[in-house]
Nanobody, 124 residues
């Protein structure tokens, strides 16, 4: 098993940047593919980034326009999400998730472990 804990969320003005972190404990972090999802009020949870076990490949939805960058440091058992040019529609709870598969899935049911989420609020 792996336990996940997100941090780095907060209130930021539109156009700003945030770096979210997800620290993992438990079984070998490097054996998991990792992903970030977000959920806005009243909306479904959506995939925003995924990363393979060694740091590649990475996947993003086309709709995010290159503003999101996922990375990981297996020595620190941490995965990161850099978000630039934040928009009010980026507001939501951001979750990291871990999957024991070797491929990066873009839908939430494949992920076995989830963090508690970190709130991101973008003001206009």
């Amino acid at each position: 098993q792996v336990q996940l804990g997100e941090s780095g969320g907060g209130l930021v003005q539109a156009g700003g940047s945030l770096r979210l972190s997800c620290a993992a404990s438990g079984r070998a972090f490097s054996t998991y593919t990792m992903a970030w999802f977000r959920q806005a009020p009243g909306k479904e949870r959506e995939f925003v980034a995924g990363i393979g076990q060694s740091g590649a490949p990475t996947f993003y939805p086309d709709s995010l326009e290159g503003r999101f960058t996922v990375s990981r440091d297996n020595a620190k058992n941490t995965v990161y999400l850099q978000i630039n040019s934040l928009k009010p529609e980026d507001t939501g709870v951001y979750y990291c998730a871990a999957d024991s598969a070797t491929v990066v899935h873009m839908v939430s049911p494949y992920y076995d472990y989830w963090g508690q989420g970190t709130q991101v609020t973008v003001s206009s």
